[in-house]
């Protein structure tokens, strides 16, 4: 894999770790970034994440011949649908974004003739935010999900698939549909339980917390528009997912209010038989 | 502080944490210890975490002058009604069992004159278990919460906060109902919360899981039957609990449903703003 001109939009945690790793790894001869904000700009550039900095993915997509697009999701499929038209041929674009099929929906039938995009989700992150935590290897190791869909050809996967190796990530292929499901129940609903969980915390009782309860709403500490953003795009896998949690409360209900030990040690048995097969 | 005799009960990664702090920090003469597991007795006799090693806390307890008991909550209460009326005069029994109520409930009256019971709970632990985890600065920093009741006298309530600031805790007082309510609350709900999460996982997704799945579900790998013991000596206010989470998931589904994107961010603004003022 090689690319001449990369351009990286959206030079946050995520884009700011792409182009840090693609400028380690040797990945591009050169490297764009796009950012709204002027700080950010100028400290990609002094940093050295990025050759050039641009305002809007406009500016400089006639350049690239491989873009990744890091913004929030609502805000790339906007990115995305401005910016890829002004492609040239051959051009293969991706994206970061949580969710997937709304992102392909929304660019079906939009793009030029032989620009191709292939949506992609690292399962990487944390709830650090901005370019100054970049970290070139964020992806090692980590699976990043690429979701081709009916028309996506051979070439513009395998570039997709080889861009995230190159950066030292595992690559999955998923449709984008499946992905959506799947991410409502490892990622989403978590999300939206570790907030539940901190937001009804009544504020005095915040110095009675410890670990359990700090690891539990770690999350919680996302971008509430990143992760709105999430919920609004992904909103019947979400509503799924929370049907199940709401049923498992429900069971955790009924065997409190019965007082009835062998249901409840069965339910918290389940937990941690599922739980102790990730790695800690 | 200084204790003569110090006798441990339940000597798993609390119990055991507790023998090595007191032993490092010179706060007692001599540490008796009670596991039930011939196993444990030994490891804990051949690692000098105790000086002599027993099977039941009734064995111990007439040469004690402090005693402390980290069995699970139901099995402290048994162990407590057993060993509390062998104790001398003067000899003060507290507990580290995770629910408060119960355990003060249970004693009422039982115990001979001049031997009094004060309730402890440290916020310290881990998903790690057994003795062989024992950490002398487990407690060192932490918040150990005291719960006197109308019987309790000065001088026991001293000896017991002496005893658990000498080992490096922080020490708060609270009545042993208050304790429990708050509680269900920053730990009880959300390990069934994390429980449940983990449970509905299927087995095909967890693959899928990235850190942010394993931090929201890190505690569901806790011990079942210690967790039933929490939950059953705690019923009504882990009802009440769950009552105020079932509530904010209603408002999480409602403004999914409605495809409302302003009460989506503020709810996640409510649960992002208690989340940061805790440490990480």
Redesign the interface.
Known sequence: MRIQTLLVVGVGLIGGSIARAARQRGLADRILGVSHRPSTRQFTLESGLVDEAFATPAEGIARADFAVFCTPVEQLITDLLTAGPLARPGTVLTDAGSTKASVVEALAGKLPSQVEFVGSHP????EKQGPTHADADLFVN??V?VTPDGGTTERALNRTTKFWESLGARV?RMPPAEHDR??A???H???????????????E?????????????????????V??SI??TN?AA??AA?D???A??RD??SA??D?D?QR?????????E???????
Chains 1, 2 share one sequence.
Not at 189 to 203: D, R, T
Not at 264 to 272: C, F, H, P, Y
């Open positions: 399962l990487a992150g944390s980590r699976l999900i999955r799947a991410l129940l490892t990622s609903l978590p999300h939206l339980a570790a907030s539940a969980l901190a937001g009804i915390l009544p504020p009782l915040v110095d009675l917390t410890a670990t359990g309860f700090r690891d539990t709403t770690r999350i919680a500490a996302g971008s509430p528009s992760w709105t919920f609004q909103r979400v509503l929370l199940l949690l709401e498992r409360l955790f209900r409190l209010t007082d030990r409840l040690e069965r339910l918290l048995a389940e937990g941690k599922r739980r102790d097969q990730l790695t800690p």
